[in-house]
């Protein structure tokens, strides 16, 4: 599997910065109470298995990974934790656990994998009967900002396009429900989060264009080295989202998708 970001150190900070900023609008709705053994999909540097670990101090969590890469990063990150995390480098998609698991979380990860649901057929084999199901996905056509600048609307355009390449999915959030209930799960539940902000939240849109414009950056790599845009093409965007930032009539509006199951 290709990955839209890549695995360099700066986007390795990036993935535990954007855990921590984006934590407040992923766990106050997520529930792992009572659990014990948790599987994580997809947990690359441990951004998102740092917050189950202090929201659920009991917990014993399995980070399954198919890059040795991040997982070496992850053991560095969450050497805290000790023997409450374990770490196993496998394809998602040909799942060969030893343990059974009351719950499963997977957040930003089945975006980038080809054959989600092959995955999700998977994790059934490893799951007790009652465990919870947690997922937090993209919707990038949710994405909306005013004005329409043309440059940041290329790049986003073609920064999605490079993922559904790599057969991702940059709307898979919005085909969760229909995911789930293929896979045989059960007391199937969809909700909505995200931002829409402007100018009367300066600071906080400010804050989130930062954010934004950093997450773009982060596929400008392989943007350009499949020679889908230009160095000139990068920079036109970032001058875009710079300008929204400051427009008197400035709207960001993003919508992600989280999804409660049971099995």
Known sequence: MSYLHGFIPEEQQRLLDQGDFLAPKI???????GCRNLLEIGSGVGAQTKMLLQLWPDLKITCVDYSEVQLAEARKNLAFAGDRVT???????????DEQFDALFICWALEHIPEPLKVLRQTKSYLKPGSKL??????????YVFPDLPNQRKYYN?????????????????QLGNLLHQAGFHSIEIFHGGFHLDQSKPEELQKMIGFWKILL??????????????IEEVQAMEEDLNFIASDENAVFFYQFVQTFATY
Not at 27 to 33: E, G, K, L, M, W
Not at 134 to 143: I, R
Not at 158 to 168: D, K, L, P, R, T
């Open 27 to 33: 766990y106050p709705r997520i529930d792992f109470s």
């Open 87 to 97: 770490f196993i480098c496998q394809d998602a998609r040909d799942l060969k656990l």
């Open 134 to 143: 947690w997922f937090t996905e993209v919707f990038n056509s949710s994405y």
């Open 158 to 174: 073609a920064y999605n396009q490079h993922q559904i390449s790599f057969g991702g999915n940059p709307d898979i959030g919005a």
């Open 217 to 230: 950056k982060s596929g400008a790599p392989g943007l350009l080295e499949a020679g889908m845009l230009s």
